[in-house]
């Protein structure tokens, strides 16, 4: 059974914070790692995606990759009101796995 | 492009009865997935196609449900016969292959 973890959270952050989002997964094959962002009751839409160990950076994302520990991670940089939503954590083979979800909330 | 198009937006329907739920993929996406999201167990995937064909329909909860995918531009989801248990969010979302996924808006599937 392939997995992705995620925290449930809530987690809480002040504006202008650094919030940062953690994931691992099982599946030791896995090629590709997204990050989508979901509003209440809105469909998931991407933030970014990840192929390589290391950062990939875009505006105020940051996504971090580690192959070896299995493990993928988002940090959002001066997080505003507007980024309080869940993000979810998803990990491509040949098919898509999601993990929960956590729900982000950035208080002004 | 007007992106992944899902209809109905809004399912109300009684137990017992059947449901089909509908698709429109990106136009020139190989890969269409469907996905069923609930508070209690989140985004569930429940069958994809590479090239109209289904790959992996494990995710499938049992044979009430069915999927097709007849052409390049459209699949269909159906429930029959719909129970209360069913009620969720349904997404389509379509990729090229490999590649990050679009979802639809979904349909609010509600089982009385």
């Known amino acids: 059974q392939k997995e992705v973890e995620q925290n449930s959270g809530p987690l809480s952050v002040p504006e202008g914070a650094i919030a940062s989002l953690n994931c691992t997964y099982s599946?030791?094959?896995?090629?590709?790692f997204f990050w989508y962002r979901q509003y209440s009751g809105k469909s998931p839409e991407l933030i970014m995606f990840?192929?390589?160990?290391g950062d990939k950076e875009d505006g105020r994302f940051t996504a971090q990759l580690n192959k070896a520990s299995q493990y993928v991670s988002l940090l959002i940089r001066d997080s505003q009101p507007s980024d309080s939503a869940t993000y979810l954590c998803a990990v491509r083979d040949n098919d898509m796995r999601f993990g929960a979800g956590t729900r982000l909330t950035v208080k002004p | 492009d007007a992106g992944v198009i899902q209809s109905p937006r809004h399912e109300v329907t009684e137990m017992g009865q059947e449901v089909t739920l509908r698709c429109k993929p990106i136009s020139g996406h190989n890969s269409l997935f469907w996905y069923r999201q609930t508070m209690m167990r989140g985004l569930e995937l429940l069958i994809y196609f590479n090239n109209n064909v289904p790959i992996d329909d494990s995710g499938m909860p049992e044979d009430r449900f069915s999927a097709k995918m007849p052409n390049a531009s459209f699949s269909t989801l159906k429930i029959q016969p719909s129970e209360p248990r069913d009620s969720a969010v349904y997404f389509c979302a379509s990729s090229p292959t490999n590649h990050e996924q679009f979802f639809g808006p979904g349909t609010r599937l509600t089982v009385l």
């Open positions: 990840i192929y390589s160990n």
């Open positions: 599946d030791r094959g896995s090629q590709s």
